[in-house]
Structure formats: structure tokens, C-alpha cells
């Protein structure tokens, strides 16, 4: 099946820092990808969708400026935590999906998740 | 909120057993999806459910779906050690956005 990787899987970091993470399809192109946030113990928050070429779409309460999003190619999508705080810390996770059109019934893959502790 | 709620919250059962799982969500969908999440870990796709779909096999797993009611089930059947995970309910309204019930954190022990 189509795999979707995510680098770092885990990263520690102060306040105030800034943090990158790497969503990659890597063998499928993905027109749109989706950033999620999870806490301990919780669901999956769908926090922004991320469209190749353009900017992305951030879901009522996240903050765009604080969760920076870039879909520089069909293959990647990077999420950059700015002026990172401890309430930050949470497991995020991308998905894409290899649909061209954006829309219909396909399932989505999703990464392993980059768990970031901000201390 | 959007998000759908699943019950029960955790599940404990013995290996052998069945399991159900019940989702319910709140606006109406173009399919519905169960994923699997080991602890700390992504997830994984298990079925589809189109909204003009009623019951879906895939191995021991049987998804149900009732856009009536707005709901949904997955059952897990002859369960093993290894089905223990997190299991959510994914609803897609359109745009593959998907909005994600509560989950159900299932235990099967030896």
C-alpha cells in the first residue's frame, strides 16, 4: 500500500525554538495532505490541509501564523511549530491521500506521527 | 464540535471473543472509516464504508452503517492479543477531510 513517512518520529525542544516537521507520500503524489494533532489518550484533531502550490486551509482556533505549513511538491508537506511553548507538546500526525481532484471517497495513509515535547 | 463520539471508551475482553464498537456522528457523510492506532504510533487504515453501504466484511472485521441513525459499528471477531489498539471512526463530509470520533481503546488478553 501507498506509504507516508514523517521526520523527525520524535524531537525535544526549548521555548521559544522553532521545530520542522517533513510529511512525505513516497510512492504516490499527493495533491493535499492533512496536518492532525493528538493528545495523550485523545482523538485526532484535524488542524490544517495542506494543498501543493497554494496556501493552506487552517481549521477554526489554529493559529496560521504560530503553525506554519508548506506543500512545496506533490510529495511533501512540512508543518513548522513557531515560538514553540510546553502546551505544544503533542504527537502530530500527517495524512495524504492520492487523489488528484481533491475530492471523493479514497481512504487516506497516514504517517507514523513525530511526537515534539517542548520543554 | 463536529467530532463524533464512540462507546465505549475502553474495552476489556478475552482472546477468542468478539468485539463492537459503536460510532456515532453528526452530519451527514460520503463514507465512513475505521483505523486502527497502536500505542504511540500512526494510524492504520482498516475499512471503508460508502454512505450507500450497509455492512462491509473485510477479514474478521464487519463494519455496519446506519445513515438513518448516524451510526456506525465495527466488529472484530475471534479477536487476538494483537487487535489490542486504539480503534477510531472517520467520517468524511466531503473534501477527504475527516472529522474523528472519541475512539475506543480495546484490551484482548491471553
Known amino acids: 500500500g501507498a506509504v507516508v513517512s514523517q521526520h523527525p518520529s520524535w524531537v525535544i525542544c526549548k521555548s521559544g525554538t522553532s521545530v520542522k516537521i517533513e510529511c512525505r507520500s513516497l510512492?504516490?503524489?499527493?495533491?493535499?495532505m492533512f496536518w492532525y494533532r493528538q493528545f495523550p489518550k485523545q482523538s485526532l484533531m484535524l488542524m490544517a490541509t495542506?494543498?501543493?502550490?497554494?496556501?493552506?486551509?487552517?481549521e477554526q482556533g489554529v493559529e496560521k501564523d504560530k503553525f506554519l505549513i508548506n506543500h512545496a511538491s506533490l510529495t511533501l508537506s512540512t508543518l513548522t511549530v513557531t515560538s514553540a511553548h510546553p502546551e505544544d507538546s503533542s504527537f502530530y500526525i500527517c495524512?495524504?491521500?492520492?487523489?488528484?481532484?481533491?475530492?471523493?471517497?479514497?481512504?487516506?495513509?497516514f504517517g507514523p506521527g513525530t511526537r515534539l515535547t517542548v520543554t | 464540535s463536529q467530532q463524533g463520539e464512540e462507546d465505549p471508551q475502553a474495552l476489556s475482553i478475552q482472546e477468542g471473543e468478539n468485539a463492537t464498537m459503536n460510532c456515532s456522528y453528526k452530519t451527514s457523510i460520503n463514507n465512513l472509516q475505521w483505523y486502527r492506532q497502536n500505542s504511540g504510533r500512526g494510524l492504520v487504515h482498516l475499512i471503508l464504508i460508502r454512505s450507500n453501504e450497509r455492512e462491509k466484511h473485510s477479514g474478521r472485521l464487519r463494519v455496519t452503517l446506519d445513515t438513518s441513525k448516524k451510526s456506525s459499528s465495527l466488529l472484530i471477531t475471534a479477536s487476538r492479543a494483537a487487535d489490542t489498539a486504539s480503534y477510531f471512526c472517520a467520517t468524511d463530509a466531503g473534501f477527504q477531510k475527516l472529522v474523528f470520533g472519541t475512539g475506543t481503546r480495546l484490551l484482548v488478553s491471553p
Open positions: 495542506s494543498n501543493e502550490g497554494s496556501k493552506a486551509t487552517y
Open positions: 495524512s495524504a491521500s492520492p487523489s488528484l481532484t481533491g475530492r471523493g471517497s479514497y481512504e487516506q495513509y
Open positions: 510512492d504516490f503524489q499527493a495533491t493535499t
